[in-house]
């Protein structure tokens, strides 16, 4: 089963891909992870991404995809893998499944977990970090015994620079003008799996296992 997952900044992707993993026995393939991983490797592919990438330039659709099939290859695909942060665009996506029907394969479902923009920014805002042990907190759903103060080292607690409405909100903005035309895109293909992602962890799960089974 190759599963696309789809999730707006805040939406708890993070969470329920590890619990596909688990359940499912299939790796989670992050672009920026393989990206990494083939320019340590110095394969073909990261070769030429390192070659942008020391110019401090992009890397091209093309490379990313070449990357996506070296991993794709690997035995623990077999069964097959949950694409994370890829495709973003449109044209990464027709990119993709050019690739994939040259490899006699194709992406089975996209799950795309779904949560209103005033519930992101609620969820996105209310993080906490603490500065010495890098603990994390929520103000509203994990908060700390004493406001402020981190419950397992007693550091101080900080809202990152990125989590502020406005820097939030933008964040929103960019990855809704990316990722709404995708979703048109594989809705053509019968392929979008909508899951509602506000509740329990547990029962979010339960969604998504419902619709892949």
């Not at 394969?43 to 990438?53: C, P, R």
């Not at 293909?189 to 296992?209: H, L």
Request: net charge negative; hydrophobic share 35%.
């Amino acid at each position: 089963m190759n599963i696309i997952l789809l999730g707006p900044p805040g939406a708890g992707k993070g969470t329920q891909a590890k619990m596909l993993v688990e359940r499912y026995g299939i790796p989670q393939i992050s672009t920026g992870d393989i990206l990494r991983a083939a320019v340590k490797e110095g394969t073909k592919m990261g070769k030429e991404a390192k070659s942008y990438m020391d110019k401090g330039e992009l890397v091209p659709d093309k490379v990313v995809i070449g990357i996506v099939e070296e991993r794709i290859q690997q035995p623990d695909c077999d069964k097959g893998y949950m694409l994370d942060g890829f495709p973003r665009t449109v044209p990464q996506a027709e990119a993709l499944d050019g690739m994939l029907n040259n490899l006699s394969s194709q992406i089975d479902h996209v799950v795309s977990i779904e949560v209103d923009n005033q519930e992101l920014v609620k969820r996105l805002t209310g993080r906490r970090t603490c500065r010495d042990c890098g603990a994390g907190f929520h103000v509203m759903f994990d908060p700390p015994k004493q406001e402020g103060v981190c419950d397992k080292c007693g550091g101080e607690l900080y809202q990152r620079d990125d989590d502020n409405v406005e820097t939030v909100t933008s964040r929103l903005e960019v990855y809704e003008a990316q990722t709404l035309p995708l979703i048109d895109y594989y809705q053509a293909q019968d392929k979008v799996r909508s899951i509602d992602g506000v509740g329990e962890i547990k029962g979010i799960f339960g969604r998504i296992t419902q619709v892949l089974s």
